[in-house]
């Protein structure tokens, strides 16, 4: 069993956050950034990023994700390469292939594609 005790990403707060997408948002391109980043609304197109990503309760996401970790709570149709983590709970789902040195599917997540765990120098 996964202990999810030493992970603040699992245990984020907004405040954690310097930027938030909210809910009522609908996007649709690239988007890069380099600081922790959380979606709430829907994104279509490619996100990368040097930092944190979270995708909450709600949001869905169609794109290729190239995050430093992801935290999966919505729905994500794309490839996700989290280069320390990929965390998937239990509402959340992913549609495409993972790519992490660390992954975690919580009981009733989804997922559908292939997972590649990968050494600290691959990823």
Same mark, same amino acid.
């Given at each position: 069993?996964?202990?999810?005790? @030493? !992970?603040?990403?699992? *245990?984020?707060? *907004?405040? *954690?956050?310097?930027?938030?997408?909210? /809910?009522?948002? /609908?996007?649709? @391109?690239?988007?890069?950034?380099?600081?922790?980043?959380?979606? $709430?609304?829907?994104?279509?197109? +490619?996100?990368?990023?040097? +930092?944190?990503?979270?995708?909450?309760? @709600? %949001?869905?996401?169609? %794109?290729?994700?190239? %995050?430093? $970790?992801?935290?999966?709570? &919505?729905?994500?149709?794309?490839?996700?390469? =989290? #280069?320390?983590?990929?965390?998937?709970? +239990?509402? &959340?789902?992913?549609? &495409? *292939?993972?790519?992490? $040195?660390?992954?975690?599917?919580?009981? &009733?997540?989804?997922?559908? =594609? #292939? !997972? %590649?765990?990968?050494?600290?120098?691959?990823?």
């Amino acid at each position: 069993m996964y202990d999810n005790k @030493g !992970c603040d990403l699992i *245990d984020y707060e *907004d405040s *954690d956050f310097n930027t938030i997408m909210a /809910s009522d948002i /609908s996007f649709t @391109g690239k988007i890069h950034f380099t600081k922790p980043f959380m979606i $709430r609304g829907k994104v279509n197109g +490619s996100i990368s990023a040097e +930092s944190d990503l979270v995708v909450d309760e @709600g %949001a869905v996401v169609n %794109a290729n994700i190239s %995050a430093e $970790r992801v935290l999966v709570k &919505g729905t994500v149709k794309g490839n996700v390469n =989290g #280069r320390d983590l990929v965390f998937v709970t +239990s509402s &959340g789902s992913i549609t &495409g *292939d993972i790519s992490s $040195r660390q992954v975690v599917l919580e009981p &009733g997540s989804l997922f559908s =594609g #292939r !997972c %590649a765990m990968v050494k600290e120098n691959e990823a």
